[in-house]
């Protein structure tokens, strides 16, 4: 059974850091991309970043280029997202999926969820 475990949110003053990770059994890992996205109340699910299965190409939405940092580790079956200079525009429930296309524009073909794990960034 393919599982997507993400973990690591929590309540963070603004210009605090967090990593995400998400936890990955039942497939083999390092065949497939992975991407983190992102949803706000009342607002539409975005995507956040997603990193390709072996090379290590990444992909970054405009809002958070320069402050996140999208890794994996596939000895371990898992990936990160370290988020640096947190906003209150950031907090949202993120999730991570199984992609199975990446391109430089992001990740295409999602086709297991992660439950997710809520960030609050709030002074």
């Known amino acids: 059974e393919v599982q997507l475990q993400a973990s690591g949110g929590g309540l963070v003053h603004p210009g605090g850091s967090l990593r995400l990770s998400c936890a990955a059994s039942?497939?083999?890992?390092?065949?497939?991309?992975i991407g983190w996205f992102r949803q706000a109340p009342g607002k539409e699910r975005e995507a956040v970043s997603c990193?390709?299965?072996?090379?290590?190409?990444?992909y970054y939405t405009k809002s958070v280029k320069g402050r996140f940092t999208i890794s994996r580790d596939n000895a371990k079956n898992t990936v990160y997202l370290q988020m640096n200079s947190l906003k209150p525009e950031d907090t949202a429930v993120y999730y991570c999926?199984?992609?199975?296309?990446?391109?430089?524009?992001?990740?295409?073909?999602?086709?297991?969820w992660g439950k997710g794990t809520q960030v609050t960034v709030s002074s």
């Open positions: 039942g497939f083999t890992f390092d065949d497939y991309p």
């Open positions: 990193i390709s299965s072996t090379s290590g190409n990444t």
């Open positions: 999926a199984r992609g199975v296309i990446f391109t430089t524009n992001g990740l295409y073909g999602m086709d297991y």
